[in-house]
């Protein structure tokens, strides 16, 4: 909660207006959306995010940059404050996709033993986006980068994926994403 509130207040609190603009400006309409995603034991819960992708699937040049950064996500951290995701943890995937993933890998379940994160172990190995569930190999190395860090939690290793995902997206975003 502190380095939630510490991030909405020195971050959010200018971003999140700059974005806004940026994106209705951009020809994108209405800044945020609005998504269905799994939680905690499976319960469902709503993500607030920018809108980096319009109704017909397509996006301008700054939602793919948002998009790759990890921008569009920043508007979670209302989600980390009202206490349903933390800042480190399994990515909440979306119910189709959280179904879909559990029939795949017999031990998808497992993530659901911990509170989603804003990021987490899978993310900052760039095991993260539609790409990863598109492809087996992929999804299987998230869902077990997601299991090694429920089983392996400690706050040491929640500070160090913490200044991993500022340092990576500030000046390495292309590793954030497997080639």
């Not at 800044?31 to 034991?41: A, C």
């Amino acid at each position: 909660i502190i380095f939630t509130i510490i991030g909405m207040v020195l971050v959010l609190s200018w971003i999140m207006p700059l974005f806004a603009i940026i994106l209705i400006i951009s020809g994108a309409g209405f800044p945020f959306f609005t998504q269905q995603r799994e939680g905690l034991e499976g319960k469902k819960f709503t993500v607030l995010k920018f809108r980096t992708i319009d109704s017909k699937g397509t996006s301008n040049s700054i939602q793919r940059w948002m998009r790759k950064l990890g921008i569009d996500e920043l508007p979670q951290l209302f989600n980390v404050l009202a206490g349903q995701m933390s800042l480190i943890g399994p990515r909440p995937h979306t119910q189709g996709d959280g179904f879909n993933y559990a029939a795949e890998i017999r031990q998808y379940k497992v993530r659901q033993w911990a509170k989603p994160g804003l990021t987490g172990l899978a993310r900052t190995r760039g095991l993260r986006g539609r790409e990863a569930g598109a492809d087996k190999v992929l999804l299987e190395a998230r869902i077990h980068a997601d299991i090694y860090y429920i089983e392996n939690w400690s706050l040491l290793l929640d500070i160090r994926l913490l200044i991993e995902t500022v340092l990576r997206t500030v000046f390495f975003p292309s590793s954030l994403h497997k080639k």
